[in-house]
């Protein structure tokens, strides 16, 4: 008697994916809590475009004179793409490790520290579902809906499970696909909801006043890093619904033993 309680105790534990506006709720806590080291992550692919902007406005002859003694213009352009990708990469990487220990007061000088190897091996996974994504869209629509579902948590399975590659896609597949739809809609609701922030925040990019570009600025900022903390909450339910599976199985497979 004793052992079907418990097996169906077991088996009435229900594991569910909070709802969107639960974690959008906890992601805009976490993003409060910890936006000044956020914001000096933020900072510096802002610094890095604005001297890249600054030098090829000021100081195009030189740069012309440099890249012309370049033997090629595939090295410019790999170069180019290396500034880019540490200039992007490098501090979305650094926000979710930030995310990750969150309850460890972590600096943003660790964060960009323990995360700067990792930018390559972020940079091929990324790239490698963009990839998989776009083929998908080329196919019939859908697919690319799917892959993007699936492959959403790519990166935060790489941060904190240090799987690579194709692997992490992998990973990140199993996850998802038994709460697709629901991480479907999640991911839609977020989408749809900076979407939305975006266009109302246009004009106020095309205004002259400086007090109104100053402020859609620091909206559109407040609405990526958010974004980022949100798919990592996203993440952390979803390994932690794994666990509890697992936990549940072993469990029951050790009450139906004992029977």
Known sequence: MEIQESVSN???????????????????KIVKERFW???????????????????LATGASTLTTFFTVLASKWIFFIILLILLTILFIWPNLAILYVTKKRNMNVGFLEALKET?????????????VNLAVAAGF???????????VWFSLAIPVFLS??????????????LVKEKAWEVFIRLTGLMVITGLISFIIKPLLKSDLIIQNLIAFLVLILSSLVVNVFIFLLYERLRNMEKGNHKEEKIEKEVYQGV
């Not at 080291?37 to 475009?49: D, N």
């Open 116 to 128: 700067f190897p990792k930018i390559l091996s972020a940079y091929w996974i990324s790239l490698l």
């Open 37 to 55: 080291v956020y914001l000096e992550i933020i900072l510096i692919p802002i610094i890095g475009t604005s001297i890249f902007i600054v030098l």
């Open 138 to 148: 080329l196919l019939f629509i859908i697919p690319g809906y799917i892959f993007w």
């Open 161 to 174: 499970e240090n799987i690579r590659g194709a692997k992490a896609l992998s990973r990140s597949k199993r």
């Open 10 to 28: 077991v088996n009435q534990t229900p594991i569910q994916l909070p709802g969107f506006f639960e974690l959008l709720k906890e992601s805009l």
